[in-house]
């Protein structure tokens, strides 16, 4: 499923994104395609699951990521892991939108 030819730069990494009401883990498998998720902090908490995701490198150490969730909720990620910035877009089952903007940190 992967946008690149090549393993993702983060791949076999955990990082946790912070959000405003919501945090989570996100831990990268070392094959470059596979990740597993939960969230730890907020109306969501508990939330998890392992998926499948794909990556596209935009810009120096940023990162377009995209996965769809276990309840279905699509996810984009834009990550940038040298300044430790992640958005965050974020569509329900319902089909609400919803945005976030936060830090990001290796563990």
């Known amino acids: 499923m992967s946008m690149e030819n090549r393993i993702a730069p983060f791949a076999g990494k955990t990082f946790e994104v912070r959000y405003q009401g919501l945090t989570a883990i996100n831990a990268y498998a070392s094959d470059g395609t596979h990740m597993r998720y939960e969230i730890t902090e907020g109306a969501l908490s508990g939330a ?3 998926v499948e995701y794909a990556w596209k490198e935009v810009a120096s ?3 377009a990521i995209v996965w769809q969730e276990v309840d279905r909720s ?3 990620h834009v990550d940038d892991f040298g300044k430790g910035v992640s958005l965050s877009y974020f569509t329900t089952p319902k089909n609400e939108l919803v945005r976030f903007e936060g ?3 290796e563990r």
């Open 103 to 105: 830090s990001l940190r």
């Open 61 to 63: 150490q940023v990162f």
């Open 48 to 50: 998890h699951g392992e």
């Open 74 to 76: 699509t996810v984009v």
